[in-house]
């Protein structure tokens, strides 16, 4: 007699789960929701845009990434002309830095650049934090747009192309060589720095201006700097003692010996949601054909998913790569979406793990600011 029953309630799940996974149209409806200040979502993302605010590049580099994710899956060019709004707002806001008002960057100069207006954050500084989020991302969609042969469709696309290509080559990748030789008088420990995280941005810039640029110069630097943050991560990458086909690693340095790294007293394991950035990185290099990462070092990234990071019984994830939780904040690693998401292209476990937690903890994807991220990776790896 309960048969019935349970196929009911299992269809009810399987219809459910269905609607739900139906990435696209959870994409538009959050990104056309309305959102805290009485505007949509797509509105606000273009307003914090045009505020010249780079400490803003940090949630800028979400939806950049989510646009293009959304463009290269559907073709749809309203998702690439809203990047391209956004990413010209945010090269039209930078100003020469020794002539931006408040400006306490103690080595200003004639480079163009932003300093960010959010007090504790950087405040009336120029970062090149911000800067290294936010244009990884615009990279990567120069390189999608070279590749599908966009930027030969006409002029105007060619044009946009090599402005916004020449831009970064000029005022983030040479200005903050030229910092870094300035203040540490070696050109990369600006961009390697003690941590992990915020070395993969440049890593990541690197390894797209390699592909991009026609400079010789620019091309041979942005080798060197991949090639060095992979040296250094390798150096911290650890079997972990319960599952030695998964990862275990600090968030600082571990042995910066040859490299222009910066050594830290502290040994940081490395937490999930910063560890986001360098899966990132490491999914581009697999997604763009380089070798420096084999598949056997990529099925490790994604056994630290599978064996370490996620509770199948709980369907959720700890908050640092050993699989502890951290007591302050013990929900911290459900920030998935900017790195550990993208490993799902190269493996199945990896895409079924965040397809199920999708479907049966949306309040949480809605709750971390993770939806367009989200769904238009998980829609790219559905139609890839």
Sequence with gaps: MKKPLIIITLSLIFLQASAQND????FNHRYMSLC?????YREDYVNKSKLGDS???????????????MYISTGTSEYLNDEIVIINNVIGTAAVSKLIPGNIY?????????ISKTV?????????????????????????????GWINKSTEN?????????FIEKNVWEKWIDRSMRVYFVPYMRFMGARTHTASHWAYIAIMLEKLTSDAEIKKQANEVYTMFDTLLKRNLKPNSAHPDAYV???TWDDVSGTDGIASSEDAIQDVSHGNHVLSYIAATKRIGNTNWSDAEI???????????????????????????????????????DGWLKLSEFNEDVRSIYTTFAILKPNYIRSYDMELQYYANLLYYERK
């Excluded at 805290?36 to 949509?40: F, P």
């Excluded at 103690?106 to 932003?114: A, E, H, P, S």
């Design 106 to 114: 103690t080595k200003k100069d004639d480079y163009l650049g932003w």
């Design 299 to 337: 099925l490790s990234f994604c056994n630290t998913i599978i064996k370490v990071i996620y509770n199948k019984e709980t369907n959720a994830f700890a908050g640092n790569v050993d699989g502890t939780i951290i007591p302050a904040t013990p929900e911290k690693g459900t920030y998935q979406c």
């Design 36 to 40: 805290y200040y009485s505007q949509i």
């Design 120 to 148: 504790d954050a950087n405040y009336n500084d120029e970062a090149s934090l911000y800067e290294g989020y936010f244009f990884r991302y615009v990279l990567q969609t120069l390189f999608d747009l070279k590749k599908t």
């Design 55 to 69: 400490y803003q590049f940090v949630e800028l580099s979400a939806v950049i990434d989510a646009l293009s994710t």
């Design 249 to 251: 690693w600090n968030s």
């Design 158 to 166: 060619y044009n946009w192309y090599q402005n916004t290509l020449q």
């Design 23 to 26: 990435w696209k149209y959870l």
